[in-house]
């Protein structure tokens, strides 16, 4: 039980400092020997859970993508708003959702791109279905063509943002995202009361409190 529990401490140690490393150098500029001085550990205890950085960049990516706990309002379009927003405020400092980022901008044009987008546009699929069943969407919106434009858009909201701002203003940004979709897929009566800069009152939320609301990841 004991050598579990260290060696689940150690994959913890790795994985963030892994994330530090490649948030701030990116994936190709980190170092295995970086990472390991970073993290205080020996390449074999590394090696142990990682056996390469690849391994370690796929591990960032499935634990950024393991939120699957969404805010929930009585509007399923407020709670794709709000989940966007609490993103958006994360990726202001969070090392794991920023180095996932960056691994998905460096290796997508490689023969294996480690990207979340599938995972992330599901998410935004389920919600845009279900705000639709609600009636908060037009007739003629695509739940699953909405998510993709609307992921592909966020990507780009970001990366705008990070180098304008340091993702300063990327809430401010996501914000505005959102003011010009909404009214080509949300139905009149829903924009009066929709808030695009989403209803969450707090402003500062780790990746770690947003991991303690998830019961179990899909």
């Given amino acids: 039980m004991v050598k579990q529990e260290r060696a689940v401490r150690t994959r913890a140690l ?8 490649i948030a701030a150098r990116g994936y190709e500029g980190a170092t295995i020997a970086e990472i390991l001085a970073h ?14 950085k690849q391994a370690l960049a796929e591990a960032v990516i499935e634990e950024q993508t393991s939120i699957s706990a969404v805010p929930r ?6 709670d794709a708003i709000d989940l966007s927003q609490r993103v958006a405020r994360s990726l202001q400092h969070d090392p794991l959702l920023q180095a996932g980022t960056r691994i998905a901008v460096e290796t997508g044009f490689s ?7 599938g995972h992330w546009t599901e998410m ?17 919106v695509d739940p699953k063509e909405t998510a993709e434009m609307f992921v592909a858009s966020y990507l780009g909201v970001q990366l705008f943002s990070q180098a304008a701002t340091n993702r ?27 808030r695009p800069q989403g209803t969450e009152e707090r402003a500062e939320e ?8 998830v019961a179990s990841p899909t």
Avoid: C
């Fill in 39 to 52: 993290a205080g550990v020996t390449k074999g205890a590394m090696y142990f859970h990682f056996p390469s």
């Fill in 111 to 117: 023969e294996e791109p480690l990207v979340p987008y």
């Fill in 206 to 213: 780790t990746f770690d409190d947003m991991h303690e609301d």
């Fill in 168 to 194: 300063a203003d990327l809430p401010r940004r996501v914000e505005g995202l959102w003011r010009h979709l909404l009214p080509g897929i949300a139905v009149p009566g829903v924009l009066g009361w929709i």
């Fill in 14 to 21: 790795v994985l963030r400092a892994g994330a530090e490393v």
């Fill in 124 to 140: 935004f699929r389920s919600l845009f279905t279900a705000a639709k069943e609600a009636n908060e969407l037009l007739p003629t």
């Fill in 73 to 78: 309002t009585m509007s399923r379009l407020q």
